[in-house]
């Protein structure tokens, strides 16, 4: 399985720090956040790495390489100045991912979920790893009972962790440009075509310098 890195964000919140740096290169711990993903990657024996570029785009092949030193090949899907949205860079990238199921992550979250217990084959078009709802968006994003989503309210109203396996599927049939992901998700759930789990363990999602700092807090005192 390849495995794509959402990277292209313009970082708004996090300026002053992401007017020079791109957010997934910002350190927390003594490493950029991108590395803990590509960390984990390799360790769940995925070789293949996209990572999807905009902002500041030229300082993630200087950062990052080929991949080899992590022990992977990555390759980079440039989307131009603009960002194309988590749909519309999906989208993009689709070339470089080939048309098997894929695993996508935000780069910019820290957790220690192990990619390796993600499905292969989704019974569906996608599995989401889902979050309890952190302080900063209480409303959750999707009803998840089981295993399986629903619009109908039932069991946990729960965050999507930004974590999950796709099939080329999902965004294929759409047109090229700026998309996102969340309203393909929502049909695939009338469709009764997603499914997902709920992750109780350690996850981050960094949005502002402050969080950044507790985070940088957090890993160092953890290492």
Do not use: C
């Amino acid at each position: 399985m390849k495995a794509l890195l959402f990277a292209a964000g313009r970082g708004e919140r996090m300026r002053p720090l992401t007017d020079t740096t791109p957010k997934p290169l910002l350190r927390a711990g003594g490493r950029m956040l991108i590395e803990y993903h590509l960390d984990k990657l390799a360790a769940a024996g995925i070789r293949d790495v996209v990572v999807n570029t905009a902002w500041l785009a030229e300082q993630f092949p200087a950062a990052l390489g080929d991949g080899s030193r992590y022990g992977l090949r990555i390759r980079y899907s440039h989307e131009g100045p603009a960002p194309l949205e988590t749909g519309g860079g999906m989208l993009h990238a689709l070339p470089l991912l080939g048309t098997a199921p894929f695993l996508a992550i935000s780069a910019d979250i820290v957790t220690d979920f192990d990619y390796a217990r993600l499905p292969t084959e989704p019974d569906g078009l996608a599995h989401l790893v889902m979050v309890p709802n952190p302080d900063f968006h209480p409303g959750g994003d999707f009803w998840l009972e089981g295993r399986r989503f629903n619009d109908a309210g039932l069991g946990e109203h729960l965050t999507f962790g930004n974590i999950g396996v796709y099939r080329p599927e999902l965004v294929a049939g759409e047109a090229p440009g700026i998309f996102k992901l969340a309203p393909l998700l929502a049909r695939a759930i009338r469709a009764g075509r997603l499914r997902g789990e709920r992750y109780d363990g350690y996850w981050r999602n960094l949005g502002t310098p402050a969080q950044l700092t507790a985070l940088d807090r957090a890993l160092s005192t953890r290492s």
